[in-house]
């Protein structure tokens, strides 16, 4: 079955600070990847996926299929990044499956 | 504007009242869909829709029932609140053959 796992509920770092948040999906299919975020008092909004390959508010990532994984990176986080990121994956014509979400917090 | 709307935005009920929660979008979308954001803020697709007439229940055991009779419509219904209902619900809507998901703003429910 389809799966997507987010092994840190919490992550705090340092403004300045690189940022990585861990995801990695159990699919036997092609994959479509996806990182949606919450800010706070906000809704759900998508923040990037795999097939665009481009940086949104600095963040990238990248595909791996070889360790099925999609981290999600910054070289440098703000403030404004902290929210609940959720990592999330289509298999097939089915809706999203999401991770069970990694709240970044990053300290001034 | 093209938007997904959820009413109420907030809605506080007493144990065994029926309720329905609304949710419209005016995007075109075919697809639409409920999720629960449990107080961990984990989402459980409760229920989905690709369609007029088309309903499928999701993942999660839910005691909650939809309807789509209008493209643009998804209302959810709980028959009888209970304390474990209290919990955020989440809309999402999507175009076939595109993959962004969009969300509504939520409607936070408790049973008391």
């Known amino acids: 079955a389809q799966r997507v796992t987010q092994p840190e509920k919490l992550l705090s770092v340092f403004k300045g600070a690189p940022v990585e948040l861990k995801c990695n999906y159990s699919?036997?299919?092609?994959?479509?990847l996806f990182w949606y975020v919450q800010y706070s008092r906000q809704r759900l909004q998508l923040l990037l996926r795999h097939i665009s390959r481009e940086s949104i508010k600095g963040f990238t990532a990248d595909l791996n299929k070889g360790e099925t994984s999609f981290h999600l990176k910054k070289p440098f986080a703000q403030e404004e990044d902290s929210a609940m990121y959720y990592c999330?994956?289509?298999?097939?014509?089915?809706?999203?499956?999401f991770g069970k979400g990694t709240r970044l917090s990053v300290i001034a | 504007e093209a938007d997904i709307y959820q009413t109420p935005r907030y809605l506080v009920i007493g144990t065994g009242k029926k309720i329905t929660l609304e949710c419209s979008q005016t995007?075109?979308?075919?697809?639409m869909y409920w999720y629960q954001q449990d107080p961990g803020m984990e989402l459980h697709l409760i229920h989905y829709s690709y369609g007029v007439n088309s309903t499928e229940k999701g993942d999660l055991s839910s005691e909650s029932t939809v309807s789509r009779i209008r493209t643009e419509h998804f209302p959810l219904t709980l028959e009888s609140a209970r304390p474990s209902h209290t919990s955020q619900y989440l809309c999402?809507?999507?175009?076939?053959?595109?993959?962004?998901?969009?969300f509504g703003q939520g409607t936070r429910l408790t049973v008391v």
């Open positions: 999330a994956l289509i298999p097939g014509n089915t809706p999203l499956v």
């Open positions: 699919y036997s299919g092609s994959p479509e």
């Open positions: 995007m075109g979308h075919d697809k």
């Open positions: 999402a809507s999507s175009e076939s053959g595109r993959m962004e998901v969009f």
